[in-house]
Protein backbone atom coordinates (compact mmCIF):
# COMPACT_ATOMS: atom_id res chain seq x y z
CA UNK A 1 0.00 0.00 0.00
CA UNK A 2 2.73 2.07 0.75
CA UNK A 3 4.55 1.79 -2.88
CA UNK A 4 1.21 2.60 -4.38
CA UNK A 5 0.70 5.70 -2.45
CA UNK A 6 4.19 6.98 -2.82
CA UNK A 7 3.73 5.93 -7.03
CA UNK A 8 0.38 7.97 -6.84
CA UNK A 9 2.23 10.91 -4.88
CA UNK A 10 4.80 10.86 -7.57
CA UNK A 11 2.39 10.90 -10.36
CA UNK A 12 0.33 13.38 -8.76
CA UNK A 13 3.38 16.12 -8.66
CA UNK A 14 4.39 15.25 -12.19
CA UNK A 15 0.69 16.08 -13.76
CA UNK A 16 1.10 18.72 -11.68
CA UNK A 17 4.60 19.92 -12.72
CA UNK A 18 3.42 19.50 -16.42
CA UNK A 19 0.36 21.81 -15.68
CA UNK A 20 2.64 24.49 -14.34
CA UNK A 21 4.17 27.03 -17.27
CA UNK A 22 7.82 26.88 -18.23
CA UNK A 23 9.10 29.73 -16.36
CA UNK A 24 9.44 32.98 -18.16
CA UNK A 25 12.77 34.88 -18.11
CA UNK A 26 11.66 38.15 -17.51
CA UNK A 27 10.06 37.34 -14.53
CA UNK A 28 10.95 36.20 -11.08
CA UNK A 29 11.77 32.42 -11.30
CA UNK A 30 9.77 32.00 -7.55
CA UNK A 31 6.51 32.97 -8.99
CA UNK A 32 6.49 30.12 -10.51
CA UNK A 33 6.10 28.04 -7.56
CA UNK A 34 3.38 29.42 -5.87
CA UNK A 35 -0.41 28.06 -5.52
CA UNK A 36 -1.49 30.12 -8.58
CA UNK A 37 1.43 29.32 -10.74
CA UNK A 38 -1.02 27.00 -12.81
CA UNK A 39 -2.83 29.77 -13.77
CA UNK A 40 0.19 31.27 -15.93
CA UNK A 41 0.46 30.96 -19.21
CA UNK A 42 4.35 31.60 -20.85
CA UNK A 43 3.29 29.87 -24.32
CA UNK A 44 3.76 32.37 -27.72
CA UNK A 45 -0.03 31.72 -28.33
CA UNK A 46 -0.95 33.03 -25.25
CA UNK A 47 1.29 36.27 -24.71
CA UNK A 48 0.54 37.22 -28.65
CA UNK A 49 -3.36 37.30 -27.56
CA UNK A 50 -2.66 40.04 -25.37
CA UNK A 51 0.14 42.07 -27.37
CA UNK A 52 -2.38 44.20 -28.38
CA UNK A 53 -5.90 45.76 -28.59
CA UNK A 54 -9.17 47.05 -30.76
CA UNK A 55 -7.14 49.28 -31.78
CA UNK A 56 -4.09 47.70 -33.17
CA UNK A 57 -2.22 50.80 -33.03
CA UNK A 58 0.41 49.18 -30.25
CA UNK A 59 2.11 45.75 -29.73
CA UNK A 60 4.14 44.75 -26.81
CA UNK A 61 3.88 41.63 -25.25
CA UNK A 62 3.90 40.59 -21.98
CA UNK A 63 6.13 37.72 -20.23
CA UNK A 64 2.58 35.54 -19.44
CA UNK A 65 -0.86 35.68 -19.03
CA UNK A 66 -2.70 35.65 -15.78
CA UNK A 67 -6.16 33.40 -15.74
CA UNK A 68 -7.63 33.62 -12.42
CA UNK A 69 -10.44 32.08 -11.06
CA UNK A 70 -11.21 34.44 -8.17
CA UNK A 71 -10.06 37.77 -7.21
CA UNK A 72 -7.77 36.41 -4.34
CA UNK A 73 -5.47 34.28 -7.44
CA UNK A 74 -5.53 38.29 -8.54
CA UNK A 75 -4.66 39.67 -4.90
CA UNK A 76 -2.12 36.42 -4.64
CA UNK A 77 -0.53 37.19 -8.40
CA UNK A 78 -0.26 41.31 -7.07
CA UNK A 79 0.83 40.70 -3.53
CA UNK A 80 3.89 38.68 -4.97
CA UNK A 81 4.76 41.51 -7.26
CA UNK A 82 4.29 44.30 -5.23
CA UNK A 83 6.49 42.58 -2.52
CA UNK A 84 9.00 41.32 -4.90
CA UNK A 85 12.26 42.95 -4.80
CA UNK A 86 11.83 43.03 -8.55
CA UNK A 87 8.42 43.89 -9.20
CA UNK A 88 6.71 43.63 -12.36
CA UNK A 89 3.39 45.27 -14.12
CA UNK A 90 0.57 43.94 -13.89
CA UNK A 91 -2.64 44.95 -16.55
CA UNK A 92 -5.67 43.57 -16.02
CA UNK A 93 -7.54 43.18 -19.13
CA UNK A 94 -11.05 42.89 -20.00
CA UNK A 95 -12.31 42.65 -23.99
CA UNK A 96 -8.97 44.79 -24.34
CA UNK A 97 -11.24 47.29 -26.59
CA UNK A 98 -9.58 50.37 -25.09
CA UNK A 99 -6.91 51.09 -28.77
CA UNK A 100 -3.92 52.39 -27.31
CA UNK A 101 -2.50 49.78 -25.45
CA UNK A 102 -4.02 50.79 -22.56
CA UNK A 103 -4.59 46.58 -21.57
CA UNK A 104 -1.18 45.39 -22.02
CA UNK A 105 1.67 45.05 -19.79
CA UNK A 106 4.87 44.74 -21.88
CA UNK A 107 7.29 42.92 -19.96
CA UNK A 108 4.83 41.77 -17.27
CA UNK A 109 1.62 39.52 -16.45
CA UNK A 110 -1.71 40.32 -18.49
CA UNK A 111 -4.27 39.05 -16.10
CA UNK A 112 -7.18 37.43 -18.73
CA UNK A 113 -10.19 39.18 -16.64
CA UNK A 114 -12.75 37.41 -18.52
CA UNK A 115 -11.16 33.73 -17.00
CA UNK A 116 -12.87 34.43 -13.67
CA UNK A 117 -16.78 34.25 -15.55
CA UNK A 118 -15.62 31.39 -18.24
CA UNK A 119 -17.43 27.93 -17.79
CA UNK A 120 -19.77 29.92 -15.27
CA UNK A 121 -21.96 32.23 -16.95
CA UNK A 122 -24.12 34.11 -14.69
CA UNK A 123 -22.60 32.97 -11.79
CA UNK A 124 -20.86 36.45 -10.97
CA UNK A 125 -23.85 38.65 -11.60
CA UNK A 126 -26.59 38.29 -9.07
CA UNK A 127 -29.77 40.31 -8.92
CA UNK A 128 -31.03 41.91 -5.95
CA UNK A 129 -34.46 42.87 -7.15
CA UNK A 130 -36.57 43.48 -3.89
CA UNK A 131 -36.79 46.97 -2.20
CA UNK A 132 -36.82 49.85 -3.36
CA UNK A 133 -33.41 50.10 -4.73
CA UNK A 134 -32.71 47.28 -6.97
CA UNK A 135 -29.43 46.75 -7.76
CA UNK A 136 -26.65 44.20 -9.50
CA UNK A 137 -23.46 42.83 -8.56
CA UNK A 138 -21.51 42.05 -11.33
CA UNK A 139 -18.12 40.61 -11.29
CA UNK A 140 -15.63 43.08 -13.05
CA UNK A 141 -14.89 40.48 -16.04
CA UNK A 142 -18.90 40.44 -16.78
CA UNK A 143 -19.58 41.68 -20.36
CA UNK A 144 -22.74 44.31 -20.19
CA UNK A 145 -24.76 42.40 -22.67
CA UNK A 146 -24.69 39.15 -20.09
CA UNK A 147 -25.74 42.15 -17.15
CA UNK A 148 -28.58 42.93 -19.40
CA UNK A 149 -29.69 39.43 -19.59
CA UNK A 150 -29.59 38.78 -16.17
CA UNK A 151 -31.01 41.78 -15.17
CA UNK A 152 -34.24 41.54 -17.52
CA UNK A 153 -35.03 38.48 -16.23
CA UNK A 154 -36.33 40.17 -13.43
CA UNK A 155 -37.74 43.05 -15.55
CA UNK A 156 -34.97 45.65 -14.72
CA UNK A 157 -31.75 46.81 -16.28
CA UNK A 158 -28.87 49.29 -15.65
CA UNK A 159 -29.75 53.05 -16.14
CA UNK A 160 -26.85 54.31 -17.97
CA UNK A 161 -25.33 51.92 -21.52
CA UNK A 162 -22.64 52.16 -23.40
CA UNK A 163 -22.97 52.09 -27.25
CA UNK A 164 -21.79 48.80 -27.04
CA UNK A 165 -22.21 45.65 -25.04
CA UNK A 166 -19.21 43.73 -25.79
CA UNK A 167 -17.34 45.47 -23.00
CA UNK A 168 -16.58 44.52 -19.11
CA UNK A 169 -18.21 46.12 -16.27
CA UNK A 170 -14.52 46.68 -14.65
CA UNK A 171 -13.26 48.08 -18.00
CA UNK A 172 -15.83 50.61 -18.62
CA UNK A 173 -15.99 51.87 -15.03
CA UNK A 174 -12.08 52.81 -15.37
CA UNK A 175 -13.22 55.01 -18.06
CA UNK A 176 -16.83 56.43 -16.92
CA UNK A 177 -19.19 54.56 -19.40
CA UNK A 178 -20.76 57.27 -21.59
CA UNK A 179 -23.71 57.11 -23.98
CA UNK A 180 -27.04 58.58 -24.64
CA UNK A 181 -28.73 57.97 -20.92
CA UNK A 182 -25.99 59.84 -19.60
CA UNK A 183 -27.64 63.22 -19.63
CA UNK A 184 -30.02 62.09 -17.03
CA UNK A 185 -28.26 59.69 -14.80
CA UNK A 186 -24.48 60.48 -15.47
CA UNK A 187 -21.97 58.03 -16.61
CA UNK A 188 -22.35 54.57 -15.45
CA UNK A 189 -19.78 55.20 -12.74
CA UNK A 190 -22.22 57.90 -11.09
CA UNK A 191 -24.57 54.24 -10.84
CA UNK A 192 -21.96 52.34 -8.46
CA UNK A 193 -23.25 52.29 -4.99
CA UNK A 194 -20.01 49.68 -4.13
CA UNK A 195 -17.11 48.37 -5.40
CA UNK A 196 -14.79 45.21 -4.42
CA UNK A 197 -11.00 46.14 -5.44
CA UNK A 198 -7.43 44.24 -5.46
CA UNK A 199 -5.35 46.99 -4.66
CA UNK A 200 -1.54 47.61 -6.32
CA UNK A 201 -0.87 46.22 -2.73
CA UNK A 202 -2.52 43.08 -2.99
CA UNK A 203 -5.14 43.99 -0.46
CA UNK A 204 -8.69 42.86 -0.85
CA UNK A 205 -11.18 45.98 0.01
CA UNK A 206 -14.95 46.47 -0.38
CA UNK A 207 -15.49 50.55 -0.81
CA UNK A 208 -18.54 53.06 -1.96
CA UNK A 209 -19.34 56.70 -0.85
CA UNK A 210 -19.30 55.64 3.12
CA UNK A 211 -16.68 53.09 3.24
CA UNK A 212 -12.85 53.52 2.48
CA UNK A 213 -14.42 56.09 0.05
CA UNK A 214 -11.07 57.31 -1.47
CA UNK A 215 -10.95 54.36 -3.20
CA UNK A 216 -14.26 54.15 -3.78
CA UNK A 217 -13.98 57.40 -5.88
CA UNK A 218 -10.22 56.54 -7.26
CA UNK A 219 -11.16 53.74 -8.75
CA UNK A 220 -14.36 54.79 -10.85
CA UNK A 221 -12.48 56.71 -14.05
CA UNK A 222 -9.09 55.60 -12.49
CA UNK A 223 -8.20 54.05 -15.69
CA UNK A 224 -6.84 50.92 -13.49
CA UNK A 225 -4.22 52.63 -11.98
CA UNK A 226 -5.51 52.22 -7.94
CA UNK A 227 -6.39 48.70 -8.21
CA UNK A 228 -8.48 45.81 -9.99
CA UNK A 229 -12.47 45.89 -9.84
CA UNK A 230 -13.71 42.71 -9.31
CA UNK A 231 -17.32 43.38 -8.59
CA UNK A 232 -19.30 46.46 -9.24
CA UNK A 233 -22.63 47.20 -7.49
CA UNK A 234 -25.14 49.20 -10.30
CA UNK A 235 -28.36 50.27 -9.62
CA UNK A 236 -31.13 49.14 -11.60
CA UNK A 237 -34.38 50.33 -12.73
CA UNK A 238 -37.44 49.00 -14.20
CA UNK A 239 -36.81 48.22 -17.54
CA UNK A 240 -39.00 48.89 -20.62
CA UNK A 241 -40.04 46.50 -23.32
CA UNK A 242 -39.75 48.73 -26.48
CA UNK A 243 -37.69 51.32 -28.26
CA UNK A 244 -39.00 54.09 -30.34
CA UNK A 245 -35.94 54.80 -31.80
CA UNK A 246 -35.47 58.45 -34.15
CA UNK A 247 -32.63 59.95 -36.65
CA UNK A 248 -33.82 63.60 -37.16
CA UNK A 249 -31.49 65.15 -39.65
CA UNK A 250 -30.23 69.01 -40.02
CA UNK A 251 -28.57 70.88 -42.06
CA UNK A 252 -27.80 73.65 -39.69
CA UNK A 253 -25.11 73.32 -36.78
CA UNK A 254 -26.96 75.86 -34.55
CA UNK A 255 -30.52 74.76 -34.54
CA UNK A 256 -29.14 70.91 -34.62
CA UNK A 257 -27.08 71.69 -30.45
CA UNK A 258 -30.01 73.78 -29.69
CA UNK A 259 -32.54 70.97 -29.78
CA UNK A 260 -29.98 68.98 -28.81
CA UNK A 261 -29.61 70.88 -25.44
CA UNK A 262 -33.15 71.12 -24.99
CA UNK A 263 -33.72 67.41 -25.16
CA UNK A 264 -30.65 67.00 -22.35
CA UNK A 265 -32.61 70.18 -20.52
CA UNK A 266 -34.82 69.75 -17.40
CA UNK A 267 -37.65 71.29 -19.25
CA UNK A 268 -37.84 68.44 -21.63
CA UNK A 269 -37.00 65.48 -18.85
CA UNK A 270 -40.69 64.15 -18.60
CA UNK A 271 -42.03 64.75 -22.32
CA UNK A 272 -38.78 64.04 -23.88
CA UNK A 273 -36.56 60.99 -24.63
CA UNK A 274 -35.00 58.59 -22.48
CA UNK A 275 -31.64 58.75 -24.73
CA UNK A 276 -30.27 61.53 -26.59
CA UNK A 277 -27.15 60.93 -28.70
CA UNK A 278 -25.90 62.83 -32.16
CA UNK A 279 -24.00 62.27 -35.06
CA UNK A 280 -22.20 64.08 -37.89
CA UNK A 281 -21.91 63.16 -41.71
CA UNK A 282 -19.89 64.58 -43.38
CA UNK A 283 -20.32 65.36 -47.04
CA UNK A 284 -18.19 63.12 -48.87
CA UNK A 285 -19.17 59.93 -46.96
CA UNK A 286 -22.58 59.74 -49.11
CA UNK A 287 -20.11 59.94 -52.45
CA UNK A 288 -17.73 57.38 -51.16
CA UNK A 289 -18.86 55.75 -48.11
CA UNK A 290 -21.40 52.69 -47.93
CA UNK A 291 -24.50 52.94 -49.99
CA UNK A 292 -26.91 51.63 -46.99
CA UNK A 293 -26.00 50.95 -43.35
CA UNK A 294 -28.01 49.24 -40.76
CA UNK A 295 -30.27 52.17 -39.68
CA UNK A 296 -30.30 53.97 -43.29
CA UNK A 297 -31.88 52.37 -46.84
CA UNK A 298 -30.26 53.08 -50.07
CA UNK A 299 -33.12 55.43 -50.33
CA UNK A 300 -32.24 57.34 -47.26
CA UNK A 301 -28.92 58.16 -47.96
CA UNK A 302 -29.71 58.91 -51.64
CA UNK A 303 -32.84 61.95 -49.87
CA UNK A 304 -30.08 62.85 -47.19
CA UNK A 305 -27.02 63.49 -49.93
CA UNK A 306 -29.77 65.47 -52.32
CA UNK A 307 -30.85 67.30 -48.93
CA UNK A 308 -26.97 68.02 -48.24
CA UNK A 309 -26.41 69.43 -51.87
CA UNK A 310 -29.69 71.49 -51.88
CA UNK A 311 -28.88 72.96 -49.01
CA UNK A 312 -24.99 73.48 -49.23
CA UNK A 313 -24.16 72.23 -46.14
CA UNK A 314 -20.82 70.58 -45.52
CA UNK A 315 -22.23 67.98 -43.10
CA UNK A 316 -25.71 66.44 -42.02
CA UNK A 317 -26.32 66.28 -38.36
CA UNK A 318 -28.30 63.89 -36.98
CA UNK A 319 -30.08 63.70 -33.30
CA UNK A 320 -30.16 60.16 -32.44
CA UNK A 321 -33.45 60.00 -29.49
CA UNK A 322 -34.72 57.06 -28.10
CA UNK A 323 -38.56 57.01 -25.86
CA UNK A 324 -38.59 53.78 -23.77
CA UNK A 325 -42.57 51.90 -23.46
CA UNK A 326 -44.25 49.15 -23.03
CA UNK A 327 -46.22 46.92 -25.52
CA UNK A 328 -49.68 48.30 -23.29
CA UNK A 329 -49.17 51.95 -24.39
CA UNK A 330 -48.20 51.80 -27.66
CA UNK A 331 -50.63 55.08 -28.39
CA UNK A 332 -49.08 56.83 -25.94
CA UNK A 333 -45.71 56.59 -27.15
CA UNK A 334 -47.09 58.04 -30.24
CA UNK A 335 -48.66 60.96 -28.71
CA UNK A 336 -45.54 61.91 -26.76
CA UNK A 337 -43.27 61.77 -29.37
CA UNK A 338 -45.89 63.73 -32.08
CA UNK A 339 -45.83 66.34 -29.25
CA UNK A 340 -41.79 66.43 -28.76
CA UNK A 341 -41.09 66.72 -32.53
CA UNK A 342 -43.75 69.86 -32.51
CA UNK A 343 -40.82 71.39 -29.78
CA UNK A 344 -37.56 70.15 -32.58
CA UNK A 345 -36.80 72.41 -35.82
CA UNK A 346 -35.34 69.37 -37.90
CA UNK A 347 -35.54 69.27 -41.67
CA UNK A 348 -39.27 68.84 -42.34
CA UNK A 349 -39.93 65.46 -43.41
CA UNK A 350 -36.24 63.76 -42.17
CA UNK A 351 -37.47 62.03 -39.41
CA UNK A 352 -36.09 58.29 -39.42
CA UNK A 353 -38.00 55.88 -37.30
CA UNK A 354 -37.82 52.34 -35.65
CA UNK A 355 -39.41 50.44 -33.46
CA UNK A 356 -37.45 48.17 -31.62
CA UNK A 357 -37.23 45.75 -28.96
CA UNK A 358 -35.40 47.35 -25.85
CA UNK A 359 -32.40 44.69 -26.39
CA UNK A 360 -32.13 45.60 -29.91
CA UNK A 361 -31.58 49.12 -28.93
CA UNK A 362 -29.11 48.73 -26.76
CA UNK A 363 -27.07 45.74 -28.48
CA UNK A 364 -27.63 47.89 -32.13
CA UNK A 365 -23.87 48.20 -32.32
CA UNK A 366 -23.99 44.22 -32.36
CA UNK A 367 -25.41 44.91 -36.12
CA UNK A 368 -22.57 46.96 -37.12
CA UNK A 369 -20.32 44.78 -36.34
CA UNK A 370 -21.31 42.12 -37.74
CA UNK A 371 -21.34 44.35 -41.45
CA UNK A 372 -18.14 45.79 -40.60
CA UNK A 373 -16.67 42.42 -39.67
CA UNK A 374 -18.25 40.49 -43.19
CA UNK A 375 -16.55 43.81 -45.01
CA UNK A 376 -13.37 42.61 -43.20
CA UNK A 377 -13.25 46.47 -41.98
CA UNK A 378 -13.49 45.49 -37.91
CA UNK A 379 -10.37 44.23 -37.03
CA UNK A 380 -8.63 47.12 -38.36
CA UNK A 381 -6.42 49.67 -36.45
CA UNK A 382 -8.93 52.48 -34.95
CA UNK A 383 -7.17 55.69 -34.52
CA UNK A 384 -10.09 56.84 -32.45
CA UNK A 385 -9.76 60.49 -30.64
CA UNK A 386 -12.93 61.44 -28.10
CA UNK A 387 -12.88 65.02 -26.81
CA UNK A 388 -15.09 66.84 -24.02
CA UNK A 389 -15.75 70.16 -25.90
CA UNK A 390 -17.15 73.02 -23.43
CA UNK A 391 -20.86 73.99 -24.75
CA UNK A 392 -19.41 77.47 -24.88
CA UNK A 393 -17.08 76.46 -27.64
CA UNK A 394 -19.15 73.62 -29.86
CA UNK A 395 -20.16 75.93 -32.41
CA UNK A 396 -16.38 77.47 -33.19
CA UNK A 397 -15.28 73.76 -33.23
CA UNK A 398 -17.54 72.17 -35.53
CA UNK A 399 -16.47 75.38 -37.60
CA UNK A 400 -13.00 74.40 -37.42
CA UNK A 401 -13.03 71.11 -37.71
CA UNK A 402 -16.01 69.71 -39.33
CA UNK A 403 -16.57 72.74 -41.73
CA UNK A 404 -12.55 73.82 -41.84
CA UNK A 405 -10.17 70.34 -41.19
CA UNK A 406 -12.19 67.84 -42.28
CA UNK A 407 -14.44 69.59 -44.94
CA UNK A 408 -12.89 67.86 -47.65
CA UNK A 409 -12.33 64.21 -45.83
CA UNK A 410 -13.70 61.25 -45.99
CA UNK A 411 -12.25 58.94 -43.13
CA UNK A 412 -13.92 55.40 -42.59
CA UNK A 413 -15.92 55.83 -39.71
CA UNK A 414 -17.94 57.42 -37.80
CA UNK A 415 -18.38 60.75 -35.74
CA UNK A 416 -20.51 61.29 -32.50
CA UNK A 417 -21.59 64.65 -30.77
CA UNK A 418 -23.27 64.79 -28.21
CA UNK A 419 -23.88 66.46 -24.93
CA UNK A 420 -24.15 65.97 -21.31
CA UNK A 421 -25.36 67.48 -17.86
CA UNK A 422 -22.15 67.78 -15.81
CA UNK A 423 -24.27 68.00 -13.12
CA UNK A 424 -24.87 64.49 -13.27
CA UNK A 425 -21.03 63.94 -12.93
CA UNK A 426 -19.17 63.36 -9.54
CA UNK A 427 -15.91 65.39 -9.67
CA UNK A 428 -14.55 63.40 -6.57
CA UNK A 429 -13.75 60.48 -9.15
CA UNK A 430 -11.50 60.21 -11.33
CA UNK A 431 -12.75 60.70 -14.52
CA UNK A 432 -12.34 64.42 -16.27
CA UNK A 433 -14.80 66.19 -17.49
CA UNK A 434 -14.34 69.99 -19.25
CA UNK A 435 -12.26 72.25 -15.93
CA UNK A 436 -14.53 75.28 -16.61
CA UNK A 437 -17.91 76.25 -15.05
CA UNK A 438 -20.73 75.45 -17.67
CA UNK A 439 -23.20 73.03 -17.06
CA UNK A 440 -23.09 71.39 -19.91
CA UNK A 441 -20.18 69.83 -22.18
CA UNK A 442 -20.17 67.74 -25.62
CA UNK A 443 -18.50 64.12 -26.50
CA UNK A 444 -17.69 64.21 -29.46
CA UNK A 445 -16.02 60.91 -30.55
CA UNK A 446 -13.86 60.77 -34.06
CA UNK A 447 -14.20 56.95 -34.65
CA UNK A 448 -11.95 55.72 -37.62
CA UNK A 449 -11.21 52.82 -39.19
CA UNK A 450 -7.59 52.60 -40.92
CA UNK A 451 -7.54 50.63 -44.16
CA UNK A 452 -3.73 51.04 -44.53
CA UNK A 453 -0.67 51.89 -43.08
CA UNK A 454 -0.79 55.31 -44.64
CA UNK A 455 -3.78 55.92 -43.64
CA UNK A 456 -2.96 55.42 -39.95
CA UNK A 457 -0.16 58.02 -40.28
CA UNK A 458 -2.82 60.48 -41.71
CA UNK A 459 -5.35 60.20 -39.13
CA UNK A 460 -2.97 60.33 -36.58
CA UNK A 461 -1.92 63.19 -38.17
CA UNK A 462 -5.99 64.62 -38.45
CA UNK A 463 -5.94 63.96 -34.55
CA UNK A 464 -3.34 66.32 -34.04
CA UNK A 465 -4.43 68.95 -35.96
CA UNK A 466 -8.06 68.80 -34.38
CA UNK A 467 -6.31 69.45 -31.04
CA UNK A 468 -3.75 71.72 -31.99
CA UNK A 469 -6.60 73.88 -33.71
CA UNK A 470 -8.72 73.43 -30.48
CA UNK A 471 -5.48 74.54 -28.48
CA UNK A 472 -5.10 77.62 -30.70
CA UNK A 473 -8.57 78.55 -30.08
CA UNK A 474 -8.54 78.76 -26.26
CA UNK A 475 -11.20 75.38 -26.40
CA UNK A 476 -10.44 73.95 -22.93
CA UNK A 477 -10.91 70.32 -24.12
CA UNK A 478 -10.73 67.06 -22.29
CA UNK A 479 -9.59 63.60 -23.63
CA UNK A 480 -12.09 60.88 -22.99
CA UNK A 481 -10.75 57.33 -22.79
CA UNK A 482 -7.49 59.18 -23.04
CA UNK A 483 -4.13 58.75 -24.29
CA UNK A 484 -0.99 61.14 -23.44
CA UNK A 485 2.34 60.04 -24.15
CA UNK A 486 4.35 62.23 -21.43
CA UNK A 487 3.53 63.23 -17.47
CA UNK A 488 3.04 66.62 -18.44
CA UNK A 489 0.70 65.61 -20.68
CA UNK A 490 -1.05 63.41 -18.05
CA UNK A 491 -0.86 66.20 -15.46
CA UNK A 492 -2.66 68.88 -17.39
CA UNK A 493 -5.29 66.38 -18.16
CA UNK A 494 -5.78 65.75 -14.58
CA UNK A 495 -5.37 69.58 -13.57
CA UNK A 496 -5.83 70.39 -10.01
CA UNK A 497 -6.92 66.74 -8.94
CA UNK A 498 -3.39 65.74 -9.91
CA UNK A 499 -1.70 65.93 -6.54
CA UNK A 500 -4.58 63.81 -5.11
CA UNK A 501 -3.97 61.00 -7.84
CA UNK A 502 -0.32 60.81 -6.86
CA UNK A 503 -1.48 60.58 -3.15
CA UNK A 504 -3.52 57.69 -4.29
CA UNK A 505 -1.29 56.34 -6.55
CA UNK A 506 1.28 56.06 -3.67
CA UNK A 507 -1.42 54.66 -1.13
CA UNK A 508 -2.74 52.23 -3.19
CA UNK A 509 -0.50 51.59 -5.98
CA UNK A 510 3.21 52.42 -4.17
CA UNK A 511 5.38 50.10 -7.00
CA UNK A 512 3.24 51.43 -10.15
CA UNK A 513 2.21 48.29 -11.63
CA UNK A 514 -0.82 48.51 -11.99
CA UNK A 515 -2.09 49.19 -15.95
CA UNK A 516 1.46 50.61 -17.28
CA UNK A 517 0.04 50.97 -20.88
CA UNK A 518 -1.64 53.79 -19.75
CA UNK A 519 1.92 55.65 -19.15
CA UNK A 520 0.45 58.07 -16.48
CA UNK A 521 3.15 57.05 -14.12
CA UNK A 522 6.50 55.52 -14.89
CA UNK A 523 6.44 51.70 -13.30
CA UNK A 524 9.45 51.01 -10.98
CA UNK A 525 8.92 47.72 -11.96
P1 LIG B 1 -9.83 46.96 -21.62
O1 LIG B 1 -9.54 47.59 -22.93
O2 LIG B 1 -9.50 45.54 -21.46
O3 LIG B 1 -9.13 47.80 -20.46
C1 LIG B 1 -9.17 49.20 -20.47
C2 LIG B 1 -8.35 49.74 -19.29
O4 LIG B 1 -8.99 49.40 -18.07
C3 LIG B 1 -6.95 49.11 -19.19
O5 LIG B 1 -6.07 50.06 -18.67
C4 LIG B 1 -7.14 47.97 -18.22
O6 LIG B 1 -5.93 47.63 -17.57
C5 LIG B 1 -8.18 48.53 -17.27
N1 LIG B 1 -9.08 47.52 -16.75
C6 LIG B 1 -9.72 46.54 -17.41
N2 LIG B 1 -10.47 45.82 -16.57
C7 LIG B 1 -10.30 46.37 -15.35
C8 LIG B 1 -10.80 46.07 -14.05
N3 LIG B 1 -11.64 45.07 -13.85
N4 LIG B 1 -10.41 46.84 -13.02
C9 LIG B 1 -9.56 47.87 -13.19
N5 LIG B 1 -9.05 48.19 -14.40
C10 LIG B 1 -9.43 47.45 -15.45
N6 LIG B 1 -16.92 53.78 -24.08
C11 LIG B 1 -17.93 54.53 -23.59
O7 LIG B 1 -17.82 55.11 -22.52
N7 LIG B 1 -19.11 54.63 -24.31
C12 LIG B 1 -19.32 53.98 -25.47
O8 LIG B 1 -20.39 54.10 -26.06
C13 LIG B 1 -18.28 53.17 -25.98
N8 LIG B 1 -18.43 52.47 -27.13
C14 LIG B 1 -17.42 51.68 -27.58
C15 LIG B 1 -17.60 50.95 -28.75
C16 LIG B 1 -16.61 50.13 -29.23
C17 LIG B 1 -16.84 49.35 -30.49
C18 LIG B 1 -15.37 50.06 -28.55
C19 LIG B 1 -14.27 49.20 -29.06
C20 LIG B 1 -15.16 50.79 -27.38
C21 LIG B 1 -16.18 51.61 -26.89
N9 LIG B 1 -16.03 52.35 -25.73
C22 LIG B 1 -17.06 53.11 -25.25
C23 LIG B 1 -14.74 52.39 -25.02
C24 LIG B 1 -14.68 51.36 -23.92
O9 LIG B 1 -15.57 51.67 -22.89
C25 LIG B 1 -13.30 51.32 -23.31
O10 LIG B 1 -12.34 51.13 -24.30
C26 LIG B 1 -13.20 50.23 -22.27
O11 LIG B 1 -11.99 50.33 -21.58
C27 LIG B 1 -13.26 48.89 -22.93
O12 LIG B 1 -13.54 47.90 -21.98
P2 LIG B 1 -12.67 46.61 -21.96
O13 LIG B 1 -13.39 45.71 -21.04
O14 LIG B 1 -12.35 46.08 -23.28
O15 LIG B 1 -11.36 47.20 -21.24
Redesign the pocket.
Known sequence: RFVALALLTSFISVVAGQLRPLPAAGLPGDLFNLGIASRLRTDGNATARAST???QMVTAAPEAVFHPRTPADIAALIRFSASSPAPFPV?????????RG????PGGVV?D?RSMGRGRRGARINVSAAGAEPYVDAG??Q?WIDVLRATLRHGLAPRV????L??????????????GQAFRHG??IANVHELD?VTGTGEMVTCSRDKNSDLFFA?LG?????????RARIMLETAPKRVRWVRLAYTDVVTFTKDQEFLISDRAREVGFNYVEGQVQLNRSFAEGPKSTPFFSATDLNRLAKLALRKGSAAIYYIEGAMYYNEDNPESVDQKMEALMDNLSFEPGFVFTKDVTFVQFLDR?LE??RVLRSAGVWEVP?P?L?LFVPRSRILDFDNGVFKGLLRDANPAGII?MYPMNKDKWDDRMTAMTPTDDEDVFYAV?L?WSALSVDEVVKLERENESVMNLCDKAGIKWKQ??PHHTSQDGWQQHFGAKWGKITELKAKYDPQAI??P??KIFPSRA
Do not use: C, K
Not at 91 to 99: D, N, T, V, Y
Not at 102 to 105: E, G, R, T, V
Open positions: DFGAPRGQGHSWQSLAVMGELWTDYRLTVGGTLSNAGIGPQVAGLGQFGVITVEEHWNLSLYLLSGQ
